[in-house]
């Protein structure tokens, strides 16, 4: 069983010393109380405990925290630069993405990762990248509409 001493969390080497084969969200949740990822299945299955791990989506509920020490972590409250919400995060707010709130946080950080791989994805490639998230409150339209307001495109609300 390895120990892990130190992680680098949003831009931040944070010291601790944990089992290695500890899911990433625990550490995550109970000892950084980082506790915006969320604990929805428990299985990787939900996205609602969604990182970011060197750029790339991770279910952080069934990542063992060894095998991304040494890597680049970044949670829903690594997103905000000198206090301002990311670019993402407001458009969720300006197109009202988010009813519960439960699912945010991974569907936000999902969608940053796709933005910044491809600045200006379709609306199937944006419903690609986030199938996987659920949204226990049926909120898909108008995350989708977020993600491309986002990234500068739009689509009309229904009326």
Same mark, same amino acid.
């Given at each position: 069983?390895?120990?892990?001493?130190?992680?680098?969390?949003?831009?931040?080497?944070?010291?601790?010393?944990?089992?290695?084969?500890?899911?990433?969200?625990?550490?995550?949740?109970?000892?950084?109380?980082?506790?915006?990822?969320?604990?929805?299945?428990?299985?990787?299955?939900? @996205?609602?405990?969604?990182?970011?791990? &060197? %750029?790339?989506?991770? /279910?952080? =509920?069934?990542? #063992?925290?060894?095998?991304? +020490?040494?890597?680049?972590?970044?949670?829903?409250?690594?997103?905000?630069?000198?206090?301002?919400?990311?670019?993402?995060?407001?458009?969720?707010?300006?197109?009202?993405?988010?009813?519960?709130?439960?699912?945010?946080?991974?569907?936000?950080?999902?969608?940053?990762?796709?933005?910044?791989?491809?600045?200006?994805?379709?609306? @199937?490639?944006?419903?690609?990248?986030? &199938? %996987?998230?659920?949204? /226990?409150? =049926?909120?898909? #339209?108008?995350?989708?509409? +977020?993600?491309?307001?986002?990234?500068?495109?739009?689509?009309?609300?229904?009326?």
């Amino acid at each position: 069983m390895a120990t892990v001493e130190s992680l680098h969390v949003n831009g931040v080497v944070r010291a601790l010393q944990t089992d290695g084969a500890r899911p990433l969200l625990d550490v995550l949740r109970e000892d950084l109380q980082l506790t915006g990822s969320k604990y929805g299945c428990g299985e990787g299955q939900c @996205g609602a405990c969604t990182v970011l791990v &060197d %750029g790339k989506p991770v /279910r952080s =509920c069934i990542t #063992p925290v060894e095998s991304v +020490a040494a890597k680049a972590i970044r949670t829903i409250e690594g997103l905000e630069n000198e206090g301002n919400l990311h670019p993402v995060q407001e458009a969720f707010i300006r197109e009202e993405a988010m009813q519960c709130g439960y699912c945010v946080p991974g569907m936000i950080l999902s969608a940053v990762a796709l933005l910044e791989a491809t600045p200006k994805p379709s609306e @199937g490639e944006i419903v690609r990248a986030l &199938d %996987g998230n659920l949204c /226990r409150c =049926c909120g898909y #339209p108008n995350i989708v509409r +977020a993600v491309l307001s986002a990234s500068g495109q739009s689509k009309p609300q229904p009326r």
